[in-house]
């Protein structure tokens, strides 16, 4: 498989090497340059196969021949070696938890098949590759667990110190050996505009070989899909469901629509944002106009300018129409997205994380307006991770999982830092 940059300046590339660079040189995003068609019989058949035969099935046309067969069935199986249950709220919504994974959120899934990836190419490279990532949150903590540990390669995360939530800051800044945190006296966009200037830097270029471990990477960004497949797997209806996916940057429901077109059946998707409403405002009036992230209660997506929406827009190529018939996008409020994991607890006795609550609402009001459609949200992440707000919300206290009280057992080391690109170019170069 080749990937061609969407800014179309750069020459196409190899899987290999759209993970080694994470962004074309161009600055585009590297998009595949033909969508796989799964068989019929693959796609019926979901629910008797294993989620290693259907991981490696679907990842098999992406990474081409860069990974042989043994090697990619090895990555697969350890990337999704926990559970994708499929769990009944009530009769017209279920919750696909994807939390069960080491740092609790969905992204472990694409940061664990990056690492490996990028551990197998990184054998053949004579320089260690930098990884350089901001997060609002959950990104950090999924990429320092997926890469500790990984050889010739190291992490360096810029995270806006007091917004993120103490676990959250936990699972960044324990890890030690190979990762590092960078402590930003700023927002998370001071952080993401640090990196995108790093990485057009010629002496930072110079020192390091960077590269990025956001949903930009196509290594982080495909393996998405499986979770669709795996929804599926257990969906027991007739018709295909509804998905609707909390969304931030849009990786994650960009490669859920890849997923469809390769032969999924969907009957619609929904992108359920917070305040944070670029993209439904250019749903309704077609004017896409990327704004500075307002701080909400689902923090994880506090995106102004989704990055991944350029790659949907690449699949419906550019058609409002089809975009339209297939993909539906609403902002929530964060009062709404309390009174939802109010209600939700209180009906259903099912807790709701912030983002999974505010996908649960677009999908309640949607079937209002449509009550034959059944469908499911992405839960994206456990709701042990946002404590502040469900706690105060429902007076209860969420039990912390087994594996989460080892955190606290760990001491925090970050390295402050001014919210500046000169103080964070100054310690990349003097360390
Ligand atoms: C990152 C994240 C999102 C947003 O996902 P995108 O792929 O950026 O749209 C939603 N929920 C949680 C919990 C996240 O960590």
Request: charged share 20%; net charge negative; hydrophobic share 35%.
């Amino acid at each position: 498989m080749q990937y061609y940059s969407l800014q179309h300046q750069a020459p196409n590339v190899s899987f290999r090497e759209a993970v080694l660079k994470g962004q074309a040189p161009d600055k585009g995003l590297y998009f595949p340059e033909e969508l796989p068609k799964l068989s019929k019989d693959f796609v019926e058949s979901l629910s008797s196969l294993s989620k290693e035969e259907i991981g490696t099935t679907v990842m098999r046309p992406y990474v081409g021949e860069d990974i042989p067969e043994q090697d990619l069935k090895k990555i697969v199986s350890e990337t999704i070696n926990f559970d994708f249950p499929l769990v009944k709220i009530n009769d017209h919504i279920s919750s696909l938890e994807l939390f069960h994974g080491p740092t609790y959120a969905f992204k472990d899934v694409g940061a664990r098949f990056m690492s490996r990836c990028l551990g197998y190419f990184q054998k053949e490279e004579n320089k260690k590759t930098t990884i350089l990532v901001a997060t609002s949150g959950d990104t950090g903590g999924a990429v320092a667990n997926g890469f500790l540990g990984v050889d010739g390669v190291e992490v360096i995360i810029l995270y806006p110190s007091g917004k993120v939530s103490p676990i959250q800051e936990l699972q960044l800044t324990t890890c030690g050996q190979n990762i590092t945190a960078l402590e930003i006296e700023g927002s998370f966009d001071d952080c993401q505009a640090i990196v995108k200037q790093a990485f057009m830097d010629q002496d930072l270029n110079d020192a390091y070989n960077l590269t990025s471990a956001n949903s930009i990477n196509v290594g982080r960004w495909l393996p998405q899909q499986l979770y669709y497949f795996f929804g599926l797997q257990q969906w027991d209806q007739r018709q295909p469901p509804v998905i609707c996916v909390p969304s931030g940057n849009f990786g994650n429901i960009c490669a859920g629509i890849l997923a469809h077109i390769s032969g999924l059946p969907v009957e619609h998707f929904m992108a359920a944002c917070n305040a944070n409403d670029t993209v439904p405002v250019y749903m309704q009036t077609g004017n896409y106009q990327p704004k500075a992230s307002t701080p909400t209660i689902s923090n994880a997506m506090d995106v102004g300018n989704p990055s991944n929406f350029g790659r949907i827009l690449e699949i419906f190529g550019g058609k409002a129409t089809k975009l339209k018939a297939q993909l539906s996008s609403v902002s929530v409020t964060d009062v709404s997205t309390k009174s939802t994991i109010k209600q939700v607890y209180e009906t259903a006795g099912y807790l709701l994380d912030p983002h999974g609550a505010v996908a649960y609402r677009a999908l309640e009001d949607f079937q209002a307006r449509h009550p034959d459609k059944n469908g499911f949200i992405l839960e994206t992440a456990h709701p042990v991770k946002f404590p502040d707000v469900i706690e105060s919300l429902l007076g209860i206290q969420i039990p912390l999982p087994e594996n989460a009280e080892q955190l606290n057992a760990g001491n925090k080391v970050s390295i402050q830092l001014p919210a500046t690109y000169e103080a964070v170019k100054k310690w990349l170069l003097g360390r």
